[in-house]
């Protein structure tokens, strides 16, 4: 099959919808990472995207729909609080989880009985989302546990002859994924942390848990228990008071022929002398931003990323460094 990369226009969204009403998946841009999209509804379509991405079928997706949908076709019982949340930070980063009326394809929730609803902010995602005007269920479009895509190449490099489509709507500006928010219970529960963080919730609801897997447990949020983010390359992650030790390891491996390459932010980056360095920036929108495309270009320039986490932690941080720590679990 051949993939076109094309920008967002009629005939592209023209043909994009033909793909969905035909069972197909179209990758598309999102403020967060690009999205593989299909028919929500249609289990045939939902299968072939976990089959696409080699996805393990116990970990479910999240619907997409435009800022016009009306909600109450896929969610029930949605308490108080969730209404102000999506008022405050919709679109945007923010998935919610709630009882799912049933109107997408089980498949979708992989028999959870949830659903996980997202109103992207971006321009793209919403054209594509009104032009089609059905719910639309979407992982990140990448391989399974690769790196997700921040841009159509980064969708073309992993799935290159395996979609038709790709819409162009140029690199991502938030760089990781939307915070998943368990609205299923009393309180809001973050169960994947992103761009919308723990701070913000609780400064507008007064309350906000954070589900942190246990051993042996069954996750609430599948994907949680997944390697993921992962460059081809090797890792090593280091603490922030631990760049002594990276260096070290940087040149142990340097000198007996390993290429390796440190990624860290700004301020550290200016200690490393000559060292190849892959910079993340120096404020957490800028790292979050910067993350994905970092760990792509380590693939291709090194045979060991030597990671060294920024120092600050809260916030958006939380998100980045949930990445970072997958991408260099062994
Ligand atoms: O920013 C994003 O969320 C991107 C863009 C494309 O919208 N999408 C994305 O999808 O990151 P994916 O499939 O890579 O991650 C979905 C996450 C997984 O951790 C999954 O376990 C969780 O959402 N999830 C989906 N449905 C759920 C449900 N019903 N209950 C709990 N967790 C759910
Ligand atoms: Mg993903």
């Known amino acids: ?11 592209s969204l023209s043909r994009a919808a033909r793909i969905i009403r035909d069972g197909g998946a179209v990758a598309f841009p999102t403020e967060t990472v690009y999205g593989l999209g299909a028919d ?9 995207i976990f089959a696409i991405k080699g996805r393990p079928n116990d970990n479910p997706l999240i619907v997409h729909v435009h800022t016009d949908y009306d909600i109450s076709s896929l969610a029930e019982g949605v308490p108080a609080y969730a209404v102000k949340l999506s008022e405050k930070f919709l679109p945007g980063p923010l998935t919610m989880v709630y009882k799912s009326k049933g109107s997408v394809s089980p498949a979708v929730s992989c028999g959870l009985g949830t659903v996980a609803v997202r109103i992207p902010s971006h321009d793209g995602a919403q054209k594509f989302l009104k032009y089609l005007g059905i719910p639309i269920a979407a992982p990140s479009a990448n391989v399974s546990k690769h790196v997700s895509p921040t841009s159509a190449e980064h969708v073309f490099f992993d799935l290159n002859g395996k979609i038709p489509l790709i819409l162009d709507g140029g690199a991502c500006s938030g760089g990781i994924e939307s915070t998943v928010l368990d609205c299923t219970g009393e309180i809001p529960v973050i169960l994947r942390s992103g761009l919308i963080t723990r701070e913000m919730v609780e400064e507008t609801v007064g309350t906000c848990g954070e589900y942190v897997l246990k051993e042996g447990e069954r996750a609430r949020s ?29 040149d142990e491996k ?8 440190i990624l860290c932010e700004s301020a550290v980056a200016k200690k490393l002398g000559g060292r190849r360095c892959l910079v993340l920036g120096s404020d957490p929108a800028e790292m979050a931003a910067n993350l994905y495309l970092r760990l792509r270009e380590a693939e291709k320039i090194c045979r060991l990323l030597i990671a060294v986490a920024p120092a600050e932690r809260g916030g ?7 990445r970072l720590t997958k991408a260099c679990r062994n």
């Not at 992962?230 to 990276?246: G, H, I, K, N, V």
């Open 254 to 261: 340097e000198k007996s022929g390993i290429c390796c390459a």
């Open 1 to 11: 099959m051949e993939t076109k990369i094309a920008a967002i226009t009629a005939d």
């Open 316 to 322: 958006v941080m939380a998100g980045v460094m949930n």
């Open 222 to 250: 599948p994907g949680m228990k997944y390697k993921h983010y992962s460059p081809s390359c090797e890792t090593a992650l280091f603490a922030a008071d631990e760049l002594a030790s990276a260096v070290g390891l940087y």
């Open 40 to 48: 929500a509804r249609n289990t045939e379509a939902v299968e072939n």
